[in-house]
């Protein structure tokens, strides 16, 4: 009896099928791309992130908090570096500094727009204003994400304090959106990947707790997220 082909547990190259990405998708609840991102636009992306660490270093340096600027360190660790004796002073994120000429190409890069386009079903994309990107420094609890469901962000009434959304509506809008995520530098299991938990958006939209009043967080218990 013939079997059905095998479904790849990710996607490799800058050709992707988008028939196979929607399949793919629809079946995990996300997908990996491997390869897909010319080096070009990775290193248009570190460079103007460079220059941001640039400006955080010189005034860390004339605040008096370092010696050093550490502009001998690589890309990968000077961030590290900078705040490695003090850091409670790390930013948690980057975001409203991220209007930089040379991420564009990232954000707009044409293949990755026709993914977006066939996971959505529409030539019309919105790139939501609070794009960001995290710093992930060694045992800084400030970097540390907790267990959740994007969409439980959408249904929080925190973010909704003028009326409580109907379910319907939550799944309308939760649906209307993609979220996209590249490292800048190599991301492992030793030093910090992206986690999912496959299928968990198939059990709906959990409820989430509201914890940190310094980072406001949502939570979801993880043994929520399983099928």
């Keep these: 009896m013939a079997s059905e082909p095998a479904i790849p547990r990710c996607l490799k190259g800058r050709a992707i099928d988008p028939t196979e990405l929607k399949q793919l998708f ?17 290193q248009s992306a570190q460079e103007e992130l460079q220059t941001l660490v640039d400006q955080t270093a010189e005034r860390l340096l004339s605040e008096g908090y370092i010696s050093s600027t550490f502009k001998e360190q690589p890309f990968s660790k000077r961030l590290m570096k900078v705040f490695e004796t003090n850091p409670h002073l790390a930013p948690k994120i980057y975001r409203s500094e991220l209007h930089l000429k ?29 794009y960001t990107v995290r710093p992930k420094l060694p045992g800084n609890v400030k970097h540390e994400v907790l267990w959740h469901q ?23 809008m ?8 590249t490292p800048l530098v190599p991301a492992t299991e030793e030093n910090g990947c992206m986690q999912f938990v496959v ?17 406001c967080f949502l939570h979801v218990y993880k043994s929520c997220l399983f099928v």
């Design 26 to 42: 629809s079946l995990n609840g996300y997908v990996i791309i491997k390869e897909f991102l010319p080096l070009s636009i990775l």
């Design 174 to 181: 939760a649906r209307s959106m993609v979220n996209v995520w």
């Design 102 to 130: 040379g991420l564009f190409p990232l954000f707009f890069h044409p293949p990755l727009l026709d993914l977006i386009e066939a996971l959505l079903g529409t030539e019309e994309i919105r790139l939501y204003p609070n």
């Design 150 to 172: 994007d969409a439980g962000y959408t249904k929080h009434p925190l973010w909704h304090a003028e009326r409580e959304l109907s379910e319907e509506e939550i799944l309308k």
């Design 199 to 215: 299928k968990s958006h198939t059990v709906g939209i959990q409820r989430h707790l509201h914890k940190g009043a310094l980072f």
